[in-house]
């Protein structure tokens, strides 16, 4: 159950868009549609953002965006605005039939 | 309005033992497969173990497999993690949180955190 590889950090300034990556295997990322994104901010509980790769949930603005190919699931969050800097996970269901986190990802915006 | 209310954590010694609690309400429990969490202090997110609506299946992270069993009680809204042997490893906030269907999926709300200290 090796974690999901995302980058450490990213940053953009306000209006931008930005996309974090989440590199895993076939046998999590690449092997299932069952990708999901967490938002989390300094002190709070994770947010769950994206789920089934491209899917979201009700309430969470349509500026976030997910996708996949192959090994390396996406986020991409357009319109960058202050309240988005915060830390981001992905996680991936696995053919052990448990689910694994990614490293987590701080995005700054400058 | 889902509410997610964890408690049981605390201070224990290596190797000792502790029960974590987390009371939901807000919808329907019996409905939805539930899971556990855990953040160390500064460290990313590690899925801990989840369990179906029915109680009948659990699934484990390899770090806690042996050691932690997960279990419901749908009787009365709640959710446990019985945690065993315990390690300094094992020292993280532990967050309950209800899946998006009864079989074991994403976590659409979490609680607040319980946190759990490993020290002697």
């Known amino acids: 159950q090796s974690a999901l590889t995302q980058p450490a950090s990213v940053s953009g300034s306000p209006g931008q868009s930005i996309t974090i990556s989440c590199t895993g295997s076939?046998?999590?990322?690449?092997?299932?549609?069952?990708v999901s994104w967490y938002q989390q901010h300094p002190g709070k509980a994770p947010k769950l953002i994206i789920y089934?790769?491209?899917n979201r949930p009700s309430g969470v603005s349509n500026r976030f965006s997910g996708s996949k190919s192959g090994n390396t699931a996406s986020l991409t969050i357009s319109g960058l605005q202050a309240v988005d800097e915060a830390d981001y996970y992905c996680?991936?269901?696995?053919?052990?039939?448990?689910?694994?986190f990614g490293g987590g990802t701080k995005l700054t915006v400058l | 309005e889902v509410q997610l209310l964890e408690s049981g954590g605390g201070l224990v010694q290596p190797g000792g033992s502790l029960r974590l609690s987390c009371a939901a309400s807000g919808f329907t429990f019996t409905n939805y497969a539930m899971g556990w969490v855990r953040q160390a202090p500064g460290k990313g997110l590690e899925w801990v173990s989840s369990i179906r609506s029915s109680g009948s299946n659990a699934d484990y992270a390899d770090s806690v497999k042996g050691r932690f069993t997960i279990s419901r009680d749908n009787s009365k809204n709640t959710l446990f993690l019985q945690m065993n042997s315990l390690r300094a490893e094992d020292m993280a906030t532990y967050y309950c949180?209800?899946?998006?269907?009864?079989?074991?999926?994403?976590?659409?709300?979490w609680g607040q955190g319980t946190l759990v200290t490993v020290s002697s």
């Open positions: 089934d790769v491209s």
């Open positions: 949180a209800k899946s998006l269907t009864s079989d074991v999926a994403d976590f659409d709300y």
């Open positions: 996680n991936s269901y696995t053919s052990s039939n448990t689910r694994v």
């Open positions: 076939n046998s999590d990322v690449g092997g299932y549609n069952y």
